[in-house]
Nanobody, 115 residues
């Protein structure tokens, strides 16, 4: 059984930075691809960034050059560094992985970008 717990969401002004964290519990973290998704009010959940077990990454076009996903396999953690935040980045951010054909999600952490 995999459990994901996000933290780090906050209210920040446009242009500022924020780092989200996701703690992974329950299995061998290093074998899993991890991802961050977000869902803004009235919108569908969308992929923000993914990191493979080997460390390769991919990003949504809307965050390329501003966000960085990383992982620490020794600590069973995945991070999302968000720079140059924009009001349109406002959303609930979710940590995700897939194991044995099942999707696992955290409960989410709210990021609000507003002046």
């Amino acid at each position: 059984q995999v459990q994901l717990v996000e933290s780090g969401g906050d209210l920040v002004q446009p242009g500022r930075s924020l780092r989200l964290s996701c703690a992974f519990f329950g299995s061998t973290f290093s074998v899993y691809q991890m991802g961050w998704y977000r869902q803004a009010p009235g919108n569908q959940r969308e992929l923000v960034a993914v990191i493979a077990k080997g460390g390769s990454t991919d990003y949504a076009d809307s965050v390329k050059g501003r966000f960085t996903i990383s992982r620490d396999n020794a600590k069973n953690m995945v991070y999302l560094q968000m720079n140059s935040l924009k009001p349109e980045d406002t959303a609930v951010y979710y940590c995700h992985t897939m194991a044995m054909g099942m999707d696992y999600w955290g409960k989410g952490t709210l990021v609000t970008v507003s002046s």
